[in-house]
């Protein structure tokens, strides 16, 4: 078994809108809320929820099961641009000034630094 030491590198950031493109939950978007690098894993808001069973405290004085979203690894997701609305590969380009940006493959349109 292959041991990952540090970071991995993932493609998405968070606040990014993404689109599901492997599993159970295809074809479901959604906005990227952490970004795990350790394990290359991301949690997206309305994708993949579970059911959490929690013990009465006084944050929540009910208990009681509680749907959360669980993770997703980062390769089942695509960014989707936000000019064209499609699901896109990204390439990396660079500005007049030297800052690095990212750049959609479908429409060659800059995302949003």
Sequence with gaps: MAVLVGRQRVHVRKG??????????????????????????????????????????????????VEKEGSVYAARVMLVCPKCGKAARVAHGYLADGTKVRVCKNCGEQIEK
């Design 16 to 65: 990014d809108t993404v689109e599901v493109i492997g599993g159970k939950h295809r074809g479901k978007r959604g906005k990227v809320l952490n970004v795990n690098l350790k394990d290359a894993k991301l949690i997206i808001e309305g994708v993949n929820l579970v059911k959490r069973h929690t013990r009465p405290t006084q944050k929540l004085p009910q208990g009681g099961i």
